[in-house]
């Protein structure tokens, strides 16, 4: 067995323990009826696309847990197995450049050119209403080291608001800013606050780069102040046309603090629902029941990870546009 072998054993290994744990767990500790309460909630109403690609991300979750799956070409068959080849070919493409790191067009700081981002661009060309965003602006919340900046300028020329609430993930955005001066222009607003359901709330992250996130459980390390979308959007005059989210677990307290605004703008949401069984299951019933007339579908590229990066897209769609 060589290297690549032996660490792609290592991954699906990791990834096993990782599912078995927060998600078939969690499920055989809530009992059958209630797992599958929740499973019809996550089907329900999705137009049947929308429907073939949560079955496709069940699937590999489900086949994860055969033990006989030792390998990606264990796990990947036919169009999977050719989209992890592209994925494996996107990885290579990724080269140094005067002290940066380029892939493609775009620079980054660091050599963290996620395919979630890159590669599979959040889903942003699943979504239906792009067109009508008008002048209102993009929330990127979890702006990392502005990695997402690069793609919305791909689709969008909106204003933008990033907001990163860790100082480290914040200067490596900043640089990103700089690197990509040409592409991105002055159109992007840095915000230092984390976004949740509490405005002016002082709380502390744990420190793991682009991984960071609130720990309620911690009284010290890097401290940020919190604020609610619905604030943040009032106090600034906003229309928001889309909202990226990636917040490491936060996103349902994004989300009551952003009621009025998804109640009253309705923007495009791209949220990952992929941090744990309750993210997963429960996001899109708690968007569900604003009444808003969102339509749901779910995303998810193909690359080393079943379960990371699993986007929940959400939109109203335009009078008389057919769904999915």
């Known amino acids: 067995m060589d290297m690549r072998e032996r660490m792609q054993q290592a991954l699906i290994a990791a990834q096993r323990a990782g599912e078995r744990k927060n998600f078939h767990e969690v499920a ?28 496709a991300i069940i699937g590999r979750r489900q086949k994860l847990l055969d033990p006989a799956v030792r390998s990606y070409r264990d796990l990947y068959q036919g169009e999977d197995w050719e989209a992890f080849t592209r994925y494996e070919a996107f990885t290579k493409e990724i080269v140094p450049n005067n002290g940066a790191f380029r892939y493609k067009d775009f620079l980054l700081p660091i050599r963290e050119f996620t395919p979630a981002v890159f590669l599979y661009e959040h889903g942003l060309s699943a979504l239906r209403t792009l067109d ?9 919340g979890g702006g990392a080291h502005g990695d997402s900046l690069l793609v919305f300028r791909k689709y969008l020329r909106n204003p933008i608001h990033s907001f990163e609430p860790h100082p480290g993930m914040r200067a490596l955005l900043r640089e990103t800013l700089r690197l990509n001066a040409g592409l991105l222009g002055d159109a992007v607003t840095v915000v230092d606050q984390a976004l949740a359901d509490t405005t ?5 992250m744990t420190d793991n780069g682009s991984s960071s996130q609130i720990d309620p459980g911690l009284t010290s390390g890097v401290e940020a102040e919190t604020v609610t ?4 959007v009032a106090r600034h005059g906003l229309r928001v046309g889309l909202v990226k ?3 490491e677990g936060h996103e349902q307290h994004f989300l009551r603090g952003a009621v009025q605004t998804l109640k009253t703008q309705k923007p495009r949401l791209i ?3 992929y941090h744990s069984y309750e993210d997963f299951f429960h996001i899109k019933t708690f968007i569900e029941q604003l009444d808003c007339g969102y339509e749901f579908d779910f995303f998810k590229g193909v690359d080393a990870s079943v379960w990371a990066s699993i ?5 109203v769609p335009r009078a008389g546009q057919p769904r999915n």
């Not at 009508?132 to 990127?140: A, Q, R, T």
């Not at 979308?229 to 943040?232: F, P």
């Open 271 to 273: 949220i990952s629902n």
């Open 132 to 140: 009508g965003m008008g002048d209102s602006v993009i929330i990127d």
């Open 311 to 315: 986007m929940l897209l959400c939109e």
């Open 229 to 232: 979308l619905d604030d943040y």
């Open 200 to 204: 002016g709330t002082r709380v502390f």
């Open 28 to 55: 055989q500790k809530r009992g059958p009826e209630a797992h599958q309460a929740d499973l019809k909630g996550l089907y329900r109403g999705l137009a049947p696309e929308a429907a073939r690609h949560l079955d």
């Open 245 to 247: 989210l990636d917040i």
